[in-house]
């Protein structure tokens, strides 16, 4: 089946520092990727969506000067988390469609803890 | 906001036992999805039901789709151990996007 690789899986970094996420879907071409962030016990919530060869579309309340995301393949979207402050500690997933696929595939997720 | 709710948000159940999870959203939809989350980890895809649909099958799941009280739910039937994670169901409109439910705990006791 379709997989959809996402690392680091997890990452400590300290206040002020920039951590970059990667997406990859490993055997299908994905035009679209969705970036998501998920707080401990609670649902993701859809940060922004990833386009190839074109700017990203956020979610109200995203800022996008703190959350960059770079989509510049078929198979690689990467979100990167500026000037991290503690508040950005979280649960970061990404997803992607197949073509030939209803259901979304997901990445296992990145854990930031911002220090 | 888009976000679905699902109740209840924790289920503690013996192994044999069936679960029931349900999930009410507010706008309009293509289809509804179901998901399960094991702890810390992704997201696993379980189940697609479309808008003009209202029951789907797949293995032990079973899922029903309400559109005029805008909601739907999910049976586990003969639970097992391995069944314990969370479930979030997530609603796809017109917009190409997943909007995710608040999510159900499930714990099947062995």
Known sequence: GAVVSQHPSW???????????ECRSLDFQATTMFWYRQFPKQSLML???SNEG??????QGVEKDKFLINHASLTLSTLTVTSAHPEDSSFYICSARPMDSYGYTFGSGTRLTVV | SQQGEEDPQALSIQEGENATMNCSYKTSINNLQWYRQNSGRGLVHLILIRSN???????RLRVTLDTSKKSSSLLITASRAADTASYFCATETGANNLFFGTGTRLTVIP
């Open chain 1, 11 to 21: 990452v400590i970094c300290k206040s002020g520092t920039s951590v970059k996420i």
């Open chain 1, 54 to 59: 074109s700017k990203a579309t956020y979610e």
């Open chain 2, 53 to 59: 649909e209202r029951e789907k099958h797949s293995g």
């Open chain 1, 47 to 49: 940060m922004a969506t």
